[in-house]
T-cell receptor
Framework: GENVEQHPSTLSVQEGDSAVIKCTYS??????FPWYKQELGKRPQLIID?????GEKKDQRIAVTLNKTAKHFSLHITETQPEDSAVYFC????????????FGAGTILRVKS | DSGVTQTPKHLITATGQRVTLRCSPR?????VYWYQQSLDQGLQFLIQ???????AKGNILERFSAQQFPDLHSELNLSSLELGDSALYFC?????????????FGNGTRLTVT
């Protein structure tokens, strides 16, 4: 069955440093890997996603890398800013999962200025 | 703005009561998903509808039910409410009926059961 583990649960970085959040999964059927950002009291918002036929995708300061062999994918945020402070959720999808995205437990990112 | 509308924003009610949460998906989206987020918890999938039909079910209690209407809006009904049902309930929509499309979340309904 589907399962996704997200680490770390909390991450504190100094403004300007990089942050990396990693998710591992068990089912090789997974083929869609989005990342969501949720600011305090607000809705989750999609920030980047990747599909299984791509190894890396970048969008300005954020990037996602996927290693299908090792079954993990990571979110990379460079030059962090205080407004990057939020909870980040990884998720994965596959038709075999019965049409639902499976979310990780979330990572609380704190960027200290 | 995600284009997904949820009402009401806040709901305060007593134990044992019944409430209805409403969601209008983005224009063109056929799928509606319901998620529950308790304090300091992740996103728990409840149920999904696609074009009026139930497509997937998650950890939804028997006291909870949902439906999607012909105009594609959806309602989540919560009955015999308990204190533990207090949470943020999100609706999300997507174009496709599978889990391979981005989800667009509404702003949520914060339910407080006293």
């Amino acid at each position: 069955g589907e399962n996704v583990e997200q680490h770390p649960s909390t991450l504190s970085v100094q403004e300007g440093d990089s942050a990396v959040i990693k998710c591992t999964y068990s089912d090789s059927a997974s083929n869609y890997f989005p990342w969501y950002k949720q600011e305090l009291g607000k809705r989750p918002q999609l920030i980047i996603d990747i599909r299984s036929n791509v190894g890396e995708k970048k969008d300005q300061r954020i990037a996602v890398t996927l290693n299908k062999t090792a079954k993990h994918f990571s979110l990379h945020i460079t030059e962090t800013q205080p407004e990057d402070s939020a909870v980040y959720f990884c998720a994965l999808g596959a038709r075999e999962y019965g049409n639902k995205l499976v979310f990780g437990a979330g990572t609380i990112l704190r960027v200290k200025s | 703005d995600s284009g997904v509308t949820q009402t009401p924003k806040h709901l305060i009610t007593a134990t044992g009561q019944r409430v209805t949460l409403r969601c209008s998906p983005r224009s063109g989206d056929l799928s509606v998903y319901w998620y529950q987020q308790s304090l300091d918890q992740g996103l728990q999938f409840l149920i999904q509808y696609y074009n009026g039909e139930e497509r997937a079910k998650g950890n939804i209690l028997e006291r909870f039910s949902a439906q999607q209407f012909p105009d594609l809006h959806s309602e989540l009904n919560l009955s015999s409410l308990e204190l533990g049902d207090s949470a943020l309930y999100f609706c999300a929509s997507s174009v496709g009926g599978d889990s391979l499309s981005p989800l667009h979340f509404g702003n949520g309904t914060r339910l407080t059961v006293t």
